[in-house]
């Protein structure tokens, strides 16, 4: 018997198989199963922020995203995009696949190194800016396009103040992501004991077939 994480680049995915166990019926009926125990494993590894190895938490300007409340300031969870994206991908009377096309899945399940990356003309809606007080700071150099042009705004400190509610936009910037890390969030994973319950589980109805 076995149980690996497999990826392609289209797809990650959890693999249960047996190839040596001889039985004609039943076969895909017990993987179905199984399945569905599997997706619910994978999915408590979002719920318990990893195991058997703890995920490193989410850091505080993530926090501080607008919007991220509850479920959402927990690691990998969002938009919930990752955790229902779960499932079947493949059933075969050798075994069965589970997991997800989700192409940023490998980068949390694995980690991964971002290159520096320039979006240019992005555009951003109309919005409402709530108000609020802005806290001292200090603004390092860097570049903004206005009008068409590129300009360079020295580094400066700004003192703090408060800003009255207002619309903004639409307006079109460029957006640059620094280099970065993604740290390992390995969620494509069935820990003990719960790896113990899915073989028993196999065993179990396996033997019910043979009898």
């Known amino acids: 018997m076995k149980l690996k994480v497999t990826h392609n680049g289209e797809k990650l995915a959890l693999h249960f198989g047996d190839v040596a166990m001889k039985y004609s019926q039943g076969k895909k009926s017990v993987y179905a199963k199984m399945a569905v125990m599997t997706i619910r494993d994978i999915q408590d590894n979002f719920r318990k922020h990893g195991r058997p190895k703890p995920w490193k938490p989410i850091g505080k300007r993530w926090k501080k995203r607008r919007g ?7 690691p990998l969870r969002d938009t919930g995009n990752l955790f229902h994206s779960q499932r079947l991908l493949r059933l075969q009377q050798s075994g069965y696949d589970v997991g997800t096309t989700v192409p940023y899945a490998p980068d949390h ?9 320039v979006f240019r003309n992005v555009k951003f809606k109309k919005h409402a800016v709530k108000a609020h007080t802005r806290q001292e700071h200090t603004v390092k150099e860097h570049s ?7 300009i360079t705004i020295p580094a400066h400190q700004v003192k703090a103040h408060k800003v009255k509610r207002q619309q903004r936009g639409p307006f079109r910037r460029v957006v640059i992501i620094k280099a970065h890390k993604i740290p390992q969030r390995e969620f494509m994973i069935i820990p003990q004991p719960q790896n113990k319950i899915l073989f028993d589980f196999h065993n179990a109805e396996i033997g019910k077939l043979l009898n």
């Open 68 to 74: 991220s409340k509850g479920v959402g300031r927990q």
């Open 109 to 117: 399940n694995f980690g991964a190194s971002v290159p520096k990356q």
């Open 144 to 150: 903004r396009t206005q009008k068409g042009k590129t």
